[in-house]
């Protein structure tokens, strides 16, 4: 399948790698100091958690020209990135079906706008990879876990569109994940981040500085659970399900998973290093969410406290 990747940081080059050692025919879009990294040293990543490195030597462009013919073209940029780029990638006559890969609480009011200014009629998912890391002196160090994990789904379920996804991740150990709803999704991960970069904007980036101040943990879950009492009040489902009573079933236990996150270096790489080193993305899903919440008309006390920690960046 010949896929094309665009966007070459942490995210889009562990799903590169990925789609690359499946046979496909990959091409990254990358730009200014990527793309000469790239280029030189080819696609260098730490897989952390793995203990190995591997360099891939992929096709490298620059932009997605209209007339390039792909199968699939995975979008993975950061959030306020996002709205820049759409325009060259729906101007795209070559590429039919597009998956978005990132935060996103506005799925629907972005593939209505893919749709409005596309020259062809295109298919448009939405997908969240579970990694994280960051970059530094040319190669990823990525966390992931297995071979890497995704959620996804299409606004329209198209089980076609789902099936050619499948395809090109067949001969791999990638999981996907397929939502039912994955603008509500989407919704609902942002309800539950965005309270943990409160905290990274708290803390400087060293969430160790709270790792055991329960109090300070506490206040984390209410914030999230402010949060998607928000999403409930808005007219969206909790997804998954299984999650609409997992902060008062299993708080104990979250309590205990951000204290080990935030005391590891899984927090640093999971959470704050994407935290402070984007800080523009992290401000546009937290004004997206704000619009949610005006949506919502509802009382949010504990966000409303945390959420003063975003103007320290």
């Not at 897989?47 to 096709?59: G, M």
């Not at 500085?209 to 909790?238: E, H, M």
Request: charged letters at 25%; glycine letters at 6%; hydrophobic letters at 40%.
């Amino acid at each position: 399948m010949n896929i094309l990747v665009y966007g070459a940081g942490v995210l889009g080059s562990l799903l590169a790698h990925v789609l690359y050692h499946e046979g496909n025919k990959v091409t990254l879009v990358a730009r200014g100091n990527r793309l000469a990294e790239l280029r030189e040293h080819g696609l260098v990543i730490r897989h952390y958690l793995q203990f190995q490195t591997t360099i891939d030597h992929i096709p490298v462009v620059e932009r997605m020209e209209p007339d390039d013919e792909y199968d699939l073209c995975f979008v993975v940029m950061q959030r306020q990135q996002l709205d820049a780029i759409l325009p060259e990638v729906s101007a795209s006559t070559g590429c039919h079906d597009l998956v978005l890969v990132g935060n996103n609480p506005t799925a629907v009011e972005t593939a209505d706008w893919i749709q409005k200014n596309s020259p062809v009629e295109k298919r448009v998912a939405f997908g969240f990879q579970s990694s994280g890391g960051r970059r530094e002196k040319g190669r990823v160090i990525s966390i992931h876990k297995g071979a890497g994990y995704m959620t996804l789904g299409n606004l329209e379920k198209d089980r076609d569109f789902d099936q050619k996804i499948r395809q090109a991740f067949s001969g791999t150990k990638y999981h996907l994940e397929f939502s039912e709803d994955m603008d509500a999704w989407l919704k609902c991960h942002a309800a539950f981040v965005i309270p943990i970069v409160f905290a990274c904007y708290y803390t400087d980036g060293d969430l160790r500085r709270v790792a055991w101040n329960s109090r300070f943990i506490n206040r984390i879950i209410d914030a999230i659970d402010d949060a998607y009492r928000v999403v409930k009040a808005a007219g969206y489902p909790i997804m998954p399900p299984e999650d609409d009573d997992f902060l008062s079933r299993d708080r104990s236990k979250i309590s205990w998973m951000l204290k080990l996150m935030a005391a590891t270096p899984i927090g640093k790489l999971a959470a704050s290093d994407h935290a402070m080193s984007a800080p523009a993305e992290m401000h546009r899903l937290y004004d997206d969410f704000c619009l949610l919440k005006q949506k919502a008309g509802i009382e949010t006390p504990a966000w409303d406290e945390m959420s003063g920690y975003m103007q320290k960046y």
